[in-house]
Structure formats: C-alpha cells, structure tokens
C-alpha cells in the first residue's frame, strides 16, 4: 500500500522538479544570451528583441523563415556589419520577443516591424533582405512604405503557389504540424524539450538520440533534419538555438505561423508586385527557377540569381553569394537616394 501510494508522491515531484527546471533554465538563458540586444515597445504590452550591430547610411534589415529568429542571420550580419549598419531582429512569438499579439500574416509582421524601427529609431533608407516566410514580409513591408526602400533581397522566398489555399493537399501537412508543436507544449514546460535539445546541441547527444528512437521512424527523421541545417550555423550560437527551443513560448509561436499560412497565401495573392524598386532574387540551384510571370508578379524589376551548390538554406549553404548581393545593394543605395529620404 506504501508503494502504491508512494507513486502519484514520485510522480508530482518530477513534474515538479520538470517544471523548476524549466524555469531555472529560462532565467538563465535570458540573462546570459539576450544581453546583446534591445527591447523595443511596440504597444499593447509588447516588446520585439532587437540586435544592432555596424554603422553606414542606410540600414540592412534581416527577416528570418516562419520559425526562425534572428541567430539564422547571425554569421551573415555580422559580416555586413563590416559595410553598413544592420538591424536583425525576432517576430512576436519567437526568439527573445513577447507574444504575438495579431495573425502570423506578413502584413501584420510587416507593420509591427515598421513600429518596431520607429521605436528604435533606426531612420530609413532600408535595404530588406527576408529569407523564405521572411521573403513575403519583406515584400509586403516594401509595398507598405515604398518610400522608405532603396531595394530587397529574397533568399528563396516561400512559394505561395505551393501551400493551402493554392495547394490543398498541404493542408494534411500545416495540420499535422500544428498538432505536433500543440504537443510540444506541455512537454516544453515539463522541461523535456530543454533536456533533449540540451543534449543533442550542447552535450553528446546520447539523450535526444533515446527519445527520437522512442519517437520511431518521424522522431529520427526530424532529429536528423534539425543535425543537418543546425550544423551549418556557427557552433557557438548551438546554446542559444538550444535556449529558444526549450521554451513552451517558442512551440506556441511556430503553430501561430503555421496557422496563417493560408491567410498569408491570400494576403499575397491580392498583393500587388513591388514597383520602382530593385529586388534581387536568390533561387537554390536544387530548385526550379521561378517563371518569368512569377517574376513579374513579385516586382517590375527583379533580378533572378542562381545558387548553384544551395538547397533552401541559402544563407547557410553559399553565405558569401548573400553577402555579395547584400553589399551590391549597399552600394547601389546612391547618396542622392539617401539624401532625399533622410
């Protein structure tokens, strides 16, 4: 009779001690990782984590894939800091930022970034550069204050033509998705998910490798997904990625993004093409190039760059070719443009 009573005993002091360590853990990485950057006061009670690094006339703004924050940049900033003033930053929802307080559709992210800058006062030209679900704020953000805009760099912009409700055989896939992170939620606060991506990016991996077995095939499918893109960022930043993915809020932020995917596809396809504006379009040679009329759809002057060696993650697989385009841009930012927007 002890013992049976003994268990729901032993069973409350593991969630107990799961939930302490999560919060231990949190604390500890706020205070260690964000102190780097800013928060900035976008109203409503919500504050967006800011990172600034390198001086120049005109401002480079990185904006990160649907669950990514602002460390996906983290090597490419720092070499454009070398040339211009640079601005990265995380979505509500992700990262170091509060909740989000509207849809995950690139016209609200857009706006909140806009409020975002103006809070910090980081006066425009702007030279945009989105990468994938990043792609789409930017352009959106372009058409929203054109005036602001010296060009944009799409690194392989999400292709709406591809996702619901364009494409509804993805919706199986958003939905399974969002069940997924809805799960990872509560494992989150019990501090599992800090335990294995502690241990996968941090430590020897022996843990996280256990519980993707006991996952079954899909939990090894995406342990190796997350070891293939993760390694090609710089090791030292491991422990922050490591940071993010322990938190319940991250998992809470990513099913907010990819609940709006249908609403973002709609929110572009009315989306009229940027005008008088240059756009620089990176497409990964692993890809189809887009067509002449997804071009056009997208701007009146856009430039189609190949990359030759990159799948998706062009940032992470040629990050020179970006950083190229990027500087291109800088320069072609003329002083006359400067001028008339400063």
């Known amino acids: 009779m002890y013992y049976l009573l003994s268990i729901p005993g032993l069973a409350a002091a593991l969630v107990a001690a799961g939930f302490l360590y999560q919060w231990l853990g949190s604390r500890y990485d706020r205070l260690r990782y964000a102190k780097e950057g800013r928060w900035i006061d976008i109203g409503d009670g919500c504050r967006l984590y800011l990172l600034e690094k390198g001086t120049g006339e005109a401002t480079v703004l990185f904006e990160s894939g649907i669950a990514a924050t602002n460390l996906n940049w983290f090597h490419i ?133 256990r519980l993707a077995g006991a996952a079954g095939n899909g939990g090894k499918h995406v342990l190796g997904r997350i070891k293939g893109e993760v390694g090609k960022m710089p090791q030292e930043i491991w422990p922050i990625v490591a940071a993010h993915w322990s938190r319940p809020g991250y998992y809470v932020g990513m099913r907010n993004h990819v609940m709006a995917v249908p609403d973002t596809v709609r929110e572009m396809l009315a989306s009229e093409p940027i005008r008088g504006i240059p756009v620089l379009l990176l497409t990964p040679g692993k890809s189809s190039p887009l067509s002449e009329e997804c071009l056009q759809r997208i701007g009146d002057n856009v430039q189609q760059v190949i990359a030759p060696a990159s799948a998706h993650w062009i940032h992470l697989d040629e990050p020179q070719l970006v950083i190229d385009s990027i500087q291109e841009m800088v320069a072609a930012a003329v002083p006359e443009q400067i001028a008339a927007m400063g």
């Open 77 to 209: 900033q720092q070499q454009v800091a070398g040339f211009a003033t640079t601005a990265s930053y995380d979505r509500g929802g992700l990262g170091w930022s509060c909740p989000c307080r509207t849809a995950r559709t690139p016209g609200n992210i857009a706006a909140e970034l806009h409020q975002m800058l103006e809070g910090a006062g980081i006066k425009p030209p702007y030279i945009l550069v989105g990468h994938s679900f990043g792609g789409l704020v930017m352009r959106r953000f372009a058409l929203l204050y054109p005036d602001e805009v010296t060009s944009v760099v799409l690194v392989d912009p999400m292709r709406c033509e591809e996702w619901p409700p364009l494409d509804p055989t993805k919706q199986a896939f958003l939905d399974r998705g969002s069940q997924l992170t809805g799960w990872a939620i509560p494992i989150a606060r019990f501090g599992l998910a800090r335990l294995a991506v502690t241990s996968l990016l941090c430590r020897s991996g022996r843990i996280a490798e």
